[in-house]
């Protein structure tokens, strides 16, 4: 066999063939490996092209025949060595490899930390002096691409505005005997709300506001309460009350108490009656569109220099007692619905448009679901928002940067009742690109058959259910930081945040798609997630993963160019099959394939795969018209897929890196049965594509 000949067999293109020839010195290298008479390998290859002046060739290739030489660093480390005998070598080589899983799983670890690739490899380099850098390459390949433009900081609340808060027992009363009584009830403890109304789901917009006020509280060992505000029992069911306790949960919260604006409502009655009698509240009769219009009236008129109040209403200067009588006729359901409204008293010196009389109570003829009494009558979302907080002692009441214009009315009547006054600050919502977050939008949404759990809506059920985990939907919130200002985040930085959560925590598994039968010439064993399969004589491959014809930017199968599979051999191609290809099956030592894919055994374990893409194609769809710009059919495809066993063995919300495609969730659409088995899964994030 010829030179030309013995190079080809290890797969050496003809180009560097003739190169070889026109080098004298590689040459008669390469001859004198080869007439050492042991089997000719990439490794023996390696030995001739890169062997120093003067190496001993005849010892380190029969070295190299025993299979102790795994890697070109092991080879330069042999080089190195000065007068050993081959037994020594052998020796030297067995003390210096390693454990393949014990390299990776010592690299994610230090990707975990988001060290950089640089250090990586000097910490792997301490470590395992003489690591295979194809293992190092092959894990940090996809590492960095998705990483956060904006580093997460562990003190994020000791950043910006909210560093500057006010510390419990700092914040003035209208005296000094309710702060003490304050001070007394709360032991100084910060006392922190989150008060979502039960009337739809939660999203990653309440996921900010939730990090913010439970984390302040646990900041300074305070408590946080998970407040209901339930004062409009049109749209109010038990399951959404539910719903929010889960969400809440399922991110890690754990309220102080559970309590709800309804709790109170009795002692807002009160409270009325008092305003009643301090002639700083009022029975209105005039209908809602009415008071809309005198409100727009009045400021015209007062800016003009007539401010006559009767123009905000013409009951406005009724008497106490009437007043009162017409109030307790309200409780006992002696008007309609929309016949009378309880409305506040307010100074009309503000031009704040808030200050305009606000309604303070309606009717509303329903059965309160979650106290399964019709009160008839209502506080308004004003009324109740202040007097709970009051009530449960909130020192910091955090609120979305459109309560800014509420702060007055807020205060005004926390003082006109003589109660604690707690402290609000706004912060700005936090808006994410390519989705709508607003209730009134997400309905709409869900109009068209799309459940408030569906993969694509930014709620946080629609998030679990996707896949994303609880910790990367905190630590993105907590990144974006506490502002004033509104922007959109990129939803390529939350998910950056999936990304490295899910490297660090999903484990690997084989999925096919569109899977490629392939005729191997000899039965072996192979290794996928820690199972031993027996192949006989068959393996499935992608189909993307076999091209016929040569491409030099194609590193996978071509008729040409072998290919390897994780943990099983190395494929090089004989030839076509009528139903797939013919491969022979080849030892890893034998061959460097550039590249190592998933297989199959067999097509035994099929799956749904549930393939979502953005529901919205505009950066920020509001822009483009939300419902217009909303791509329902074609941000889903629902795929067959293939996968090992270890998939078949899961539970809902499970979640997978199936090499090569993706992040993928086990759906609840799945059924578990002793004789039923169906999987379903959806994907989370595809990771990036690879040649």
Not at 95 to 116: A, C, P, Q, V, W
Not at 304 to 314: E, H, Q, R, V
Request: hydrophobic content about 35%; glycine content about 6%; charged content about 30%.
């Amino acid at each position: 066999m010829t030179l030309a000949e013995k190079l080809q067999g290890i797969s050496i293109s003809k180009e560097k063939i003739e190169e070889i020839d026109s080098k004298p010195a590689l040459k008669k290298n390469i001859e004198s490996v080869i007439a050492s008479g042991n089997t000719f390998t990439k490794m023996q290859y390696s030995l001739a092209c890169t062997a120093p002046k003067g190496t001993d060739l005849k010892t380190i290739s029969d070295v190299i025949e025993t299979g102790v030489v795994k890697n070109d660093s092991l080879l330069k480390g042999v080089y190195e060595l000065k007068n050993k005998t081959k037994e020594e070598i052998i020796e030297w080589c067995k003390g210096h490899t390693y454990d393949e899983n014990e390299i990776r799983s010592f690299i994610r670890r230090l990707k975990e930390k988001e060290m950089s690739k640089v250090d990586i490899k000097r910490e792997l380099k301490k470590k395992y002096p003489r690591f295979d850098t194809r293992i190092f390459l092959d894990e940090i390949k996809e590492y960095g691409t998705d990483l956060p433009l904006r580093k997460y900081e562990k003190s994020w609340l000791d950043e910006g505005l909210v560093a500057t808060l006010h510390q419990a027992g700092e914040n003035k009363q209208a005296n000094e005997e309710i702060m003490k009584a304050h001070l007394k009830r709360t032991e100084g403890k910060v006392v922190t709300r989150f008060p979502p109304e039960p009337n739809g789901c939660l999203h990653i917009g309440h996921a900010k506001a939730l990090n913010l006020s439970f984390e302040y509280a646990n900041k300074y060992d305070g408590i946080t309460y998970l407040r209901f505000d339930d004062t409009n029992p049109k749209n109010e069911a038990d399951e959404l009350y539910d719903g929010i306790i889960e969400d809440v949960k399922w991110l890690g919260f754990k309220p102080y108490k559970i309590t709800a604006s309804s709790d109170h409502f009795e002692a807002m009655f009160d409270m009325c009656r008092k305003l009643i009698q301090k002639d700083r509240g009022y029975v209105c009769f005039c209908t809602v569109d009415d008071i809309r219009t005198r409100r727009q009236n009045y400021q015209a008129e007062r800016d003009a220099g007539n401010a006559d109040p009767t123009i905000l209403s013409p009951y406005r200067n009724c008497s106490i007692e009437e007043n009162a009588m017409n109030f307790e006729k309200m409780l006992r359901g002696q008007f309609r619905d929309g016949e009378a409204v309880f409305r506040f008293k307010m100074p009309l010196d503000s031009k704040n448009p808030l200050m305009l009389d606000l309604i303070g109570a309606r009717i509303i003829d329903m059965v309160h679901d979650r106290k399964k009494r019709n009160y008839i009558v209502y506080p308004s979302y004003e009324f109740a928002l202040c007097v709970c907080d009051s009530l449960e002692d909130v020192t910091h009441s955090f609120c979305s940067r459109e309560f800014y214009t509420r702060q007055e009315p807020y205060h005004w009547l926390l003082q006109e009742l003589e109660m604690y006054e707690p402290v609000q600050w706004e912060f700005s919502r936090l808006n994410v690109s390519n989705t709508v977050l607003s209730k009134r939008k997400l309905s709409k949404i869900v109009e068209q058959g799309v459940g408030w759990d569906d993969p694509r809506l930014f709620t946080i059920k629609g998030m679990r259910r996707r896949g994303f985990p609880a910790a990367a939907i905190n630590e993105f919130t907590q990144s974006v930081g506490i502002t004033f200002s509104e922007t959109i985040v990129d939803v390529k930085i939350l998910e950056s945040f999936v990304a490295r959560k899910l490297f660090a925590t999903a484990p690997r598994a084989f999925c096919l798609i569109d899977p490629l039968k392939v005729h191997i010439n000899k039965r072996v064993k192979g290794t996928i997630a820690g199972e031993e399969y027996d192949v006989n004589k068959v393996v499935y491959i992608s189909r993307d993963d076999f091209k016929e014809s040569e491409d030099e930017d194609f590193h996978r199968l071509t008729p040409t160019n072998p290919m390897g599979l994780v943990n099983l051999g190395v494929l090089k191609y004989t030839g076509k099959e009528s139903d797939g290809i013919r491969c022979e099956l080849l030892p890893i030592e034998e061959l460097k394939p550039k590249k190592f894919v998933q297989w199959l055994p067999d097509l035994s374990n099929k799956v749904e795969l549930r393939m979502y893409g953005p529901l919205f194609k505009s950066f920020n769809p509001i822009d483009a018209g939300f419902m217009k710009d909303a791509d329902l059919d074609g941000s889903l495809r629902v795929v067959d897929g293939f996968v090992d066993n270890s998939v078949m063995k899961s539970h809902v919300e499970d979640k997978f890196q199936f090499i090569r495609i993706g992040y993928f969730c086990v759906d609840p659409d799945s059924v578990m049965k002793p004789k039923e088995t169906k999987i379903v899964l959806n994907l989370t994030l595809e990771l990036n594509k690879s040649h």
